[in-house]
């Protein structure tokens, strides 16, 4: 299964074929920007992820102390 910053990543990674293969300049434009996005979003999305997992142990190790 994959993990959301996967899927982000792969929609980059179509945006960045898409706008290799274009032929006109507002069309590659639009794919570069698309893929800018879906990046940021990616990484948005893992930090997020490790940002769930910190806070998880956390609050397990606070329980272990308390």
């Known amino acids: 299964m994959s993990t959301e910053s996967e899927l ?7 945006d960045h074929e898409a ?3 274009a032929t006109l300049d507002s069309v590659r ?4 920007r ?3 996005a879906w ?3 990616a990484e948005r999305s893992e930090r997020v992820a ?4 910190r ?3 956390a609050k397990q190790d606070a329980q272990a102390l308390g």
């Open 50 to 53: 490790e940002a769930r997992v």
């Open 39 to 41: 990046k940021a979003m």
């Open 29 to 32: 434009d639009r794919h570069l």
């Open 55 to 57: 806070n998880e142990q």
């Open 19 to 21: 706008a290799a293969a």
């Open 8 to 14: 982000f990543r792969n929609r980059a990674e179509l």
């Open 34 to 36: 698309s893929e800018a």
